[in-house]
């Protein structure tokens, strides 16, 4: 593939709505991982995989945040019951998963609850 | 916990004038840095790592351990190089750990 691929784009949905935000790697990458932009910051650890098990989830903020990755391939950010400080721009990278093998970015998403 | 601190949020200078975008942090171990860049309209892209000790598009980094320091330079900033910058490190459990960005603009 020609990269990360993530969809959609742009997201905007009401309070209290579900959303899920697809990420689709580099084929062959081990590794992936989630983050979340606000404006003017850097990017923030959500979680991350190698392969389908998801080895650490120390940065999803609270359990309305879940991912999974169930064949070791696309992965899915899943946050339930949104509110208007989950808007954001969520970054999904992936990674050969070897010792400082670069991370590659896809487009993002740019979620926006009203 | 490891953390990464780029103190400019914006840095402007005139083409042709040296950068110095600045980077510090901590970690009590060998360190493992990066520089990511994020062009206009474009994705977060690796631009180097310490220890390739390589010069990308004109810039260079060097780990300076005794100041906890990577920060990143250029002789001669080209209108180009305009764009968002993110000094990072991974810590021990693979993750990896983000500045909050600055901001380099590149005059005419």
């Known amino acids: 593939g020609a990269g990360v691929s993530q969809s959609p784009r742009y997201k905007v949905t009401k309070r209290g709505q579900d959303v899920a935000l697809r990420c689709d790697p580099i084929s062959g990458h081990v590794s992936l991982y989630w983050y979340r932009q606000a404006l003017g910051q850097g990017p923030e650890f959500l979680t991350y995989?190698?392969?389908?098990?998801?080895?650490?989830k120390s940065g999803l903020p609270n359990d309305r945040f879940s991912a999974e990755r169930p064949e070791g391939s696309i992965s899915t950010l899943t946050i339930q019951r949104t509110e208007q400080r989950d808007s954001a721009m969520y970054r999904c990278a992936s990674s050969l998963g070897t010792v400082n093998s670069p991370l590659h970015f896809g487009n993002g998403t740019r979620l926006t609850v009203t | 916990a490891q953390r990464v601190t780029q103190p400019e949020k914006l840095l402007s200078v005139f083409k042709g004038a040296p950068v110095e975008l600045k980077c510090n942090y901590s970690?009590?171990?060998?360190?493992?840095l990066f520089w990511y860049v994020q062009y206009s309209r474009q994705r977060l892209q690796l631009l180097l790592r310490h220890i390739s000790r390589e010069s990308i598009k004109g810039f260079t980094a060097d780990l300076n351990k005794g100041e906890t320091s990577f920060h990143l330079k250029k002789p001669f900033a080209q209108e180009e190089d305009s764009a968002m910058y993110y000094c990072?490190?991974?810590?021990?459990?693979?993750?990896?750990?983000f500045g909050q960005g600055t901001e380099l603009s590149v005059k005419p």
């Open positions: 995989f190698n392969y389908e098990a998801q080895q650490d």
């Open positions: 990072a490190t991974l810590n021990q459990g693979g993750k990896l750990i």
């Open positions: 970690y009590s171990g060998s360190p493992e």
